[in-house]
């Protein structure tokens, strides 16, 4: 067992782990961590990474907005090979016919 001082830092307090912690733990100095509270103990957890999804990027760019579009990137011409022949492709379905098949 470890036992912590909670200090002042910044506006905010907060604990230090020592380096043998974050080791066993898993961790190091950057890295995201879960805390939650259960029955009036605090438990850290390193976060589990977010599974980004199609649905989860789609959903960012409606959030942000269209000022926020990266500007389109002139690649040159297709050339043979770099086509991509599929249905979504081809203009036979939308994003919203992929997302129902899901």
Same mark, same amino acid.
């Given at each position: 067992?470890?036992?912590?001082? =909670?200090?002042? $830092?910044?506006?905010?307090?907060g604990? &230090? @782990?020592?380096?043998a =912690?974050?080791?066993?733990? #898993?961790?190091?100095?950057? +890295?995201s961590?879960? @805390?939650?509270?259960? %029955?009036g103990? *605090?438990?850290?957890? !390193? *976060?589990? !990474?977010?599974?980004?999804?199609l ?7 409606? &959030?942000? #907005? ?6 389109? =990137? +002139? $690649?040159?011409? %297709?050339? !043979? #090979?770099?086509?991509? %022949? +599929? ?5 036979e379905?939308? @994003? %919203? +016919?992929?997302?129902?098949r &899901?």
């Amino acid at each position: 067992m470890t036992v912590l001082q =909670v200090g002042k $830092w910044g506006n905010s307090s907060g604990i &230090r @782990l020592s380096k043998a =912690v974050l080791d066993e733990l #898993g961790i190091k100095q950057g +890295d995201s961590v879960q @805390l939650t509270v259960k %029955d009036g103990k *605090a438990i850290i957890e !390193p *976060a589990k !990474p977010k599974k980004i999804t199609l649905e989860w990027i789609i959903s960012e760019m409606d &959030r942000l #907005g269209p000022e926020n579009e990266p500007e389109l =990137v +002139d $690649w040159g011409p %297709d050339r !043979p #090979g770099e086509r991509i %022949d +599929d249905e979504y492709s081809r203009g036979e379905i939308t @994003l %919203d +016919d992929i997302f129902k098949r &899901r």
